[in-house]
């Protein structure tokens, strides 16, 4: 196939490769690390006839490309796991089963997605804001102290860990000035309202770090596109600095902003991690913190595995706008 559509083609079965050797070198990797699983598992005061048996549930035993493919089985079509007194059916797409309570991880992962997507897509928005606004002014009072301002500014939030941000944004804006609750999440279906006000603080720890990088961009961008020749006929034209930035040098920066907000956007679920632990978010990232100090393999690969999923994906995404945005982009 060519044109477009032989474009997203191509580009559908990169991502679907992609994602197989992801669950591959993700499987493998956590699952030949060192320690008694079965052990962990079962608690320091099991018998070794009891961690037996928990390897036996476990299929511990088996060797391991045995245990890939299972793992594989049940992500395509399900399968059935055995919890020791009853047998308990997964259904696809089954990423197994925790090794604390048995729980699905599928099930596990759904109930903490919801957090952590409204804190990625909220913040994107403040970041799409803040960082293309910011890289605009920037690019339009080229020489002039607005520029030098908002270039140190950016400087200073590339620079600035996420953590750090956080803690000063609750200390000052929650403790001293008592401008917003300390964040609790809500349901966005509960309370759309208190969804967002308890939201507010922490997608703006996120969007700074992000939008800086989003100003930087669009500013470098902008100046590009407004160097080249057509600029300055528009120019020799009379036309309004105003339009030449919003119809001509913004269209020139918004592929590579496209670009580089769907890989955030990817990123920022598993990059969410320090922000939902900050502000005691029950998010994937939280959750992800405390299978990695239980050593709850399951669940550290299935969640691995999705925040991999969004980082591919939204690469995907990208690459298809990315073309939309440029036709070029098709034959390359």
């Known amino acids: 196939m060519s044109g477009f559509g032989g474009f997203v083609l191509r580009r559908g079965v990169g991502t679907v490769i992609t994602l197989l050797a992801i669950s591959v070198i993700v499987y493998v990797v956590f699952f030949v690390t060192p320690g008694n699983v079965a052990q962990i598992t079962c608690g320091p005061r099991c018998s070794p006839e009891q961690v037996h048996q928990v390897a036996q549930q476990l299929r511990l035993d088996d060797p391991l490309y045995l245990r890939y493919w299972h793992?594989?089985?049940?992500?395509?079509?399900?399968?059935?796991?055995?919890?020791?007194?009853?047998?308990?059916?997964?259904?696809?797409?089954?990423?197994?089963?925790?090794?604390?309570?048995?729980q699905q991880v599928t099930q596990l992962i759904l109930a903490k997605l919801p957090v952590s997507l409204s804190l990625v897509f909220g913040a994107m928005v403040l970041?799409?804001?803040?960082?293309?606004?910011?890289?605009?002014?920037?690019?339009?009072?080229?020489?002039?102290?607005?520029?030098?301002?908002?270039?140190?500014?950016?400087?200073?939030?590339?620079?600035?860990?996420?953590?750090?941000?956080?803690?000063?944004?609750?200390?000052?804006?929650?403790?001293?000035?008592?401008?917003?609750?300390?964040?609790?999440?809500?349901?966005?279906?509960?309370d759309p309202e208190q969804w967002a006000w308890?939201?507010?603080?922490?997608?703006?720890?996120?969007?700074?770090?992000?939008?800086?990088?989003?100003?930087?961009?669009?500013?470098?961008?902008?100046?590009?596109?407004?160097?080249?020749?057509?600029?300055?006929?528009?120019?020799?034209?009379?036309?309004g600095e105003r339009s030449i930035i919003g119809r001509h040098a913004l269209r020139g920066a918004f592929a590579p902003i496209i670009a580089l907000n769907a890989n955030n956007v990817g990123?920022?679920?598993?990059?969410?991690?320090?922000?939902?632990?900050?502000?005691?978010?029950?998010?994937?990232?939280?959750?992800?913190?405390?299978?990695?100090?239980?050593?709850?393999?399951?669940?550290?690969?299935?969640?691995?595995?999705?925040?991999?999923?969004?980082?591919?994906?939204?690469?995907?995404?990208?690459?298809v706008l990315y073309a939309v945005a440029d036709r070029r982009v098709v034959l390359a």
């Open 71 to 102: 793992f594989l089985q049940g992500i395509l079509v399900g399968q059935d796991y055995s919890t020791g007194t009853s047998v308990e059916h997964c259904s696809a797409p089954c990423l197994g089963l925790s090794y604390q309570g048995d």
């Open 198 to 239: 308890n939201l507010l603080l922490p997608w703006l720890s996120l969007a700074l770090i992000e939008a800086a990088t989003f100003a930087r961009l669009t500013r470098a961008s902008m100046l590009e596109t407004l160097a080249e020749d057509h600029i300055r006929t528009f120019r020799a034209y009379g036309v």
């Open 127 to 190: 970041w799409l804001i803040l960082g293309v606004g910011t890289g605009i002014l920037s690019a339009w009072r080229r020489g002039r102290f607005t520029e030098r301002l908002l270039t140190g500014i950016t400087l200073a939030g590339v620079a600035t860990p996420v953590f750090v941000i956080g803690l000063v944004l609750m200390i000052v804006v929650c403790g001293q000035l008592q401008l917003l609750p300390f964040p609790q999440y809500v349901g966005l279906t509960d």
């Open 267 to 319: 990123s920022a679920v598993g990059g969410a991690v320090l922000t939902e632990t900050l502000f005691g978010l029950p998010g994937i990232g939280q959750e992800l913190v405390h299978a990695v100090n239980v050593v709850d393999l399951p669940v550290v690969v299935g969640m691995v595995l999705v925040i991999g999923f969004f980082v591919v994906i939204a690469n995907a995404v990208a690459d």
